[in-house]
């Protein structure tokens, strides 16, 4: 796998490859509280390519005289990659002491694919700003200095702003079966009209960010330098400031 990332409660598990498919909801309230909604789908085929790159990265690390590095992926993040209900909730309510509450998850397997559809609600999103998950893939909240709220992701990439060289008819073929059926979809609802947003599509207060490889080659690519932004008006909220220390890198 080329590439992990991840975000929460905004962009939350985003692990890229191929034969994954994902959308976000997130919904802020006036008051503070959040709800956050996911529809996570991953085909067996991946689960398997999946399973036997972490095995053939242990037997190379024992092989020669290492200790294996088993997933290397935060234990949520591990959750996701061969999906199970149980150990998704273990891992969801670990974050119960920041007010995250688990109200719904379900999981059922559909043509080869494993889908799980996980609620959460946020009593206080200012709890969260205390949290290690939270700082690493969260996502800022702020105000700007004309008074208005600020929600912010900054990029995976460093490569901010830079557009991503379409693949050659040779790299398509390469990637394809890898990537074909890659998708992720964002929607933030702020609890205030947008100002202005990166957003490709919005409503009067919602914002929408789609990336799709089988309609855009370089949807992967694209996905990594989009900064998420979104300027709203709320006078009558009262939100807490948020500051991650999630942080952009050069594309390799």
């Known amino acids: 796998m080329r590439f992990a990332a991840t975000l929460l ?6 692990l890229f490859s191929g034969c994954i498919q994902m959308e976000h909801d997130l919904r802020i309230a006036d008051d503070g509280s959040a709800t956050y909604r996911l529809n996570y789908a ?32 935060e234990p949520l993040l591990a959750a996701f990659i061969d999906p199970d209900v149980a150990e998704i909730r273990k ?10 509450n688990v109200k719904s998850i379900r999981q059922e397997v559909r043509a080869a694919w494993r889908h799980i559809e996980l609620e959460l609600e946020v009593a206080d999103l200012a ?7 939270f700082a690493r893939h969260g996502f800022d909240l702020y105000r700007n200095d004309a ?36 998708k992720t979809v964002v929607h933030v609802t702020p609890p205030g009209r947008i100002v202005s947003t990166t957003a490709f599509r919005t409503t009067l207060q919602t914002a929408a960010w789609e990336f799709d490889f089988n309609r855009q080659p370089t949807a992967l690519q694209t996905l990594l330098r989009q900064h998420f ?16 220390t999630a942080r952009t890198e050069p594309l390799r």
């Open 91 to 100: 891992q969801l309510e670990a974050f119960a002491d920041v007010g995250v």
């Open 147 to 182: 008074g208005q709220y600020v929600w912010s992701r900054s990029p995976h990439s460093s490569d901010v702003g830079s557009i991503p060289a379409a693949p050659t008819d040779r790299e398509l073929e390469e990637i394809t079966p890898i990537m074909a059926g890659f």
């Open 229 to 244: 932004y979104i300027v709203f008006e709320a006078p009558r909220a009262s939100l807490p400031e948020l500051r991650t």
């Open 42 to 73: 991953i085909s067996e085929q991946a689960i398997h390519r999946f399973r036997a790159m972490f095995k053939l990265k242990d037997d190379l690390a024992i092989a020669a005289g290492e200790a294996p590095p088993g997933k290397e992926l």
């Open 9 to 14: 409660l905004a962009g939350i598990p985003v």
């Open 127 to 133: 709890k969260l700003a205390g949290d290690p998950f």
